[in-house]
């Protein structure tokens, strides 16, 4: 099926498929070459947080002095979370009784992974890093019932401005790259018109978002996180990392892989938990990996297929159960970024896999399970086609599925 598929024959393409039972490879195609892995980086970040993380993710961290309340972030991305409805975080701020003050001392990385393209800033997938994250990171702009335009929150709304210049192919809203100015064209706005568009972060701003949504006061100091600061948790890990998967949501990942971070060191550092896991969890995959982001929005990660699958399998061993891991991951016609991809089998879905996209690359890796009750483990990786990524990805499904349905 693979050698004779005349899309595959176009680009590069590389597939392995392991058998989980006799616990050995079944076919290998360019296996060992290293692959832009796209949102397959993920399941590094996945495996990475199941090791180092527990059962729920460390909020804030902070110290209380007198009458103040001085607090960290931790990179974790649920306080005011469009999704994660967690609210610990918020009610301990709203609630206490000293003065509130946030220092983001223990974060002096880039907003920007290594390799994220800059024109890409305006885009809701590519929202900014920082320790300590509000309402994902990102503004929404509404169309209201007047037919005016409204921003979410409400903090920007004076930047909300009109620009006759402004003359894109169709009405969109974007922001300044710099600042929080943005613009929209002249005319009517559409029905129903809505975009999510990253805002630009700063300390100030955040106090300033927080001091706004809490209705009391946010001071901003600077100071060395002590080693013997409280730590207050604040929701569920798994909660978050099922939306990571299921969705394929950058904004957490790039998050996720602070917090572990905040964990290990205290200080959040993306590169220093990416050298970590490498050396201490990964070290028994079969090639090098290039890894530089939570995410994949960077094309400097690379992976091989074998690696992947790998990395698969020492998932599945560390959450142990099926089920649950399944839960985890997109499901074939039934869920998250494959519920469109693929049809099940009688109602039930036979493949749950991470999918990866960039422009003119997509991946699959996951699990799959066949008729005949064999439990299949697959990273199916296409880079630099120049064909509609709809082609590739129905071709890839045919496999997947012709594999369930024979084997």
């Known amino acids: ?17 392991f058998d989980v039972q006799s616990n050995r490879m079944v076919f290998e195609k360019n296996s060992a070459l290293h692959f832009i892995p796209a949102s397959n980086t993920k399941l590094f970040t996945f495996y990475t947080c199941l090791n180092v993380l527990g059962d729920s ?42 003065k509130l003050f946030y220092s983001p001392d223990n974060y002096s990385g880039d907003v920007f992974g290594r390799g994220w393209p800059l024109d890409n800033y305006n885009d809701y997938y590519q929202a900014e890093i920082t320790d300590l994250p509000l309402e994902d990171n990102v503004a929404v702009v509404r169309r209201r019932a007047d037919g005016s335009l409204s921003i979410s929150p409400r903090i920007f709304q004076s930047s909300l401005r009109k620009d006759g210049s402004f003359r894109p192919e169709t009405f969109t809203v974007k922001r300044q790259v710099e600042d929080n100015v943005f613009i929209y064209p002249a005319g009517e706005i559409p029905d129903g018109f809505k975009q999510e568009i990253p805002w630009k972060t700063s300390p100030a701003l955040t106090a300033s978002l927080l001091q706004d949504t809490l209705k009391r006061s946010v001071g901003l100091v600077h100071l060395r996180m ?24 950058n904004f957490l990942a790039e998050q ?48 091989t297929p074998r690696s992947i699958v790998k990395l698969l399998v020492k998932i599945k061993q560390k959450v142990g159960d099926e089920e649950k891991l399944h ?44 008729r005949k009750g064999r439990h299949l483990v697959f990273s199916f990786m296409n880079n630099n086609y120049v064909r509609p990524t709809s082609e590739v990805r129905s071709e890839m499904v045919r496999i997947m599925t012709d594999i369930h349905n024979q084997f």
């Open 327 to 370: 839960d985890f991951l997109p499901a074939g016609g039934m869920s998250g970024t494959l519920r469109l991809a693929y049809k099940t089998d009688e109602g039930k879905p036979f493949v749950w896999a991470k999918t990866g996209s960039l422009s003119n690359n997509h991946n699959q890796s996951g699990y799959l399970i066949t």
């Open 1 to 17: 099926m693979i050698e004779r598929s005349a899309i595959l024959r176009d680009h590069f393409t590389g597939f392995a498929l």
């Open 226 to 249: 002590p080693k013997a600061a409280s730590t207050l948790y604040s929701i569920p890990a798994d909660s978050v990392y099922k939306r990571m998967l299921q969705v394929s949501d």
């Open 256 to 303: 996720l892989l602070l917090v572990c971070s905040s964990k290990l060191y205290g200080a959040l550092s993306t590169d220093s938990v990416i050298n970590y896991s490498a050396s201490r969890y990964l070290s028994d995959l079969p090639d090098p990996i290039q890894w530089v982001d939570g995410s994949g929005l960077s094309r400097h990660n690379l992976f």
């Open 57 to 98: 993710i460390p909020g804030i961290r902070y110290v209380t002095r007198n009458d103040s309340l001085i607090f960290w972030g931790t990179g974790d991305p649920s306080l005011l979370h469009t999704y994660l409805k967690s609210d610990r975080i918020f009610n301990f701020f709203k609630t206490s009784n000293k």
